[in-house]
């Protein structure tokens, strides 16, 4: 038998320690040392596993199983790669069950599927799949909360595809330690992430979220798997977006669009319709631009509100992009701009619940802006974008052609682009307007 031993780990970075303390000697943070229990496993010599060439390697290297949405298949980097384990985060109630529920119902036509839930009944999870519409009546369920057990009986049943709600409801028999502790969650990640990898199992892992929004628990479980997705969701919208932090096998910061209706998650085919309103974007204050998500260039819209300040101190709010890199560029736009808006209160907002990290969205920002404090609106069927410096020149941004090409396929005619973007051959019927400083823009749009 395993000798244990004591130790002192860190619930948010998962820090060791031999004794506590009350500040984590690694991440800095207050009482979040927790008292955990660890096995140490005899190290022994293991024999069976042997060297194997590369090109020793079966034909089907590249194979990959589609879901049954087009969207998840993009975040996940073109399907489900065969021993892959993923990892789905998201607030309580967003959907993650009903998700990987549907798509389940779709892989079993192909692959023999398991479901372990250690939160809901064998019942529950009946009643969703008629809720749902689902033809689930051949999967194997299993409502369970050792870890052990529910590897041993996917195993028994020869799954192909494994799915677990959630890891914090997991726990390894050796272990003293609580539910959802550091210990249980890295032990658990531990064996899920070997059995896969052996048997060549996809696993789909239900992880909860913490009130920042990460996934509860040491950042370690999220370096172990290979994929981390989380769902980003608006509650006043029916929209939801699920995006990859982390890809093994694809793309990181692919994005997914899916709507929720009665029968489920439905998948969005053309998501830059709904970040668009031909009613607004013809009024003073918005206009659109096209951002990169992903792989794919996404057409959004961004709105502004220059209003008379009502206090001493100016508000400056925005919504879907960095509050930060607002203030940079109202100070760019009355510096080279010469307008005077430093009393004024500036509200920005992307339209559908859309946040934007890149800088491509600084030149829509600041046109909407000024579009908002002259009182005029922008001309019909324009787009822009292009990142503004401190010295109020425009630099071109990655994928300029691509995002061209997208903004022409939705029907706009006129582009206010970087100089170092604009196409040498005009096509597509776009009129397209390289500039490269912030008053040749302004110049541009009015």
Not at 176 to 193: H, N, T, W, Y
Not at 257 to 275: D, L
Not at 281 to 292: D, F, H, N, R
Not at 361 to 385: G, Q, T
Request: contains cysteine; charged residues 20%.
């Amino acid at each position: 038998m395993a000798k244990a031993k004591q130790a002192y780990v860190c619930t948010e970075c998962g820090a060791h320690s031999v004794k506590w303390s009350g500040q984590c000697p690694d991440c800095l943070l207050w009482n979040t040392l927790s008292e955990t229990t660890f096995s140490t496993p005899v190290s022994a010599l293991r024999s069976g596993v042997q060297t194997q060439r590369l090109d020793e390697i079966p034909g089907d290297i590249e194979q990959r199983h589609g879901t049954g949405f087009s969207e998840f298949d993009r975040v996940l980097g073109g399907g489900l790669v065969p021993g892959a384990v993923v990892l789905l985060g998201g607030d309580p109630g967003v959907g993650k069950s009903t998700l990987l529920q549907q798509v389940s119902a779709s892989l079993m036509m192909d692959l023999p599927v398991c479901y372990a839930t250690g939160e809901e009944s064998l019942r529950q999870i009946g009643q969703r799949s008629l809720r749902l519409g689902l033809d689930a009546s051949a999967m194997n369920l299993l409502a369970n909360t050792s870890i052990e057990n529910v590897l041993e009986q996917a195993s028994r049943c020869a799954a192909k595809v494994l799915v677990i709600d959630s890891i914090q409801t997991m726990t390894a028999e050796h272990l003293p330690s609580a539910p959802g502790s550091v210990a249980q969650l890295r032990e658990s990640v531990g064996r899920i992430v070997q059995f896969a990898k052996q048997n060549e199992v996809s696993v789909f892992v239900i992880g909860h979220v913490t009130k920042e929004g990460a996934i509860a628990g040491p950042r370690v479980v999220e370096h172990m798997v290979d994929t981390v997705l989380y769902f980003e969701s608006d509650p006043t919208s029916r929209y939801t977006m699920i995006r990859s932090v982390k890809n093994r096998f694809g793309a990181s910061g692919e994005m997914g669009v899916f709507a929720m209706t009665e029968s489920g998650f439905r998948e969005v085919s053309n998501p830059s319709a709904i970040f668009l309103s031909r009613d607004s974007v013809s009024e003073p204050g918005s206009i659109v631009s096209v951002a990169w998500e992903g792989s794919r260039p996404l057409l959004v819209e961004i709105q502004a509100l220059v209003a008379d300040g009502s206090s001493n101190y100016p508000k400056r709010l925005a919504q879907g992009v960095d509050q930060n890199r607002l203030a940079l560029l109202l100070a760019v736009l009355q510096r080279h701009g010469n307008l005077a808006i430093g009393d004024e209160d500036v509200f920005v907002n992307v339209v559908g619940g859309l946040r934007i990290g890149e800088t491509a969205v600084d030149l829509p920002i600041l046109l909407a802006i000024v579009s908002s404090f002259r009182d005029r609106a922008c001309p019909e069927r324009l787009i822009c974008f292009g990142e503004i410096g401190l010295a109020g020149e425009i630099r071109p941004v990655r994928f300029g052609t691509e995002r061209i090409a997208a903004a022409a396929k939705q029907g706009f005619t006129k582009a206010i682009v970087p100089v170092g973007n604009a196409p040498k051959k005009v096509s597509n019927g776009i009129d397209v307007v390289g500039v490269r400083r912030l008053s040749e823009a302004l110049d541009a749009a009015w």
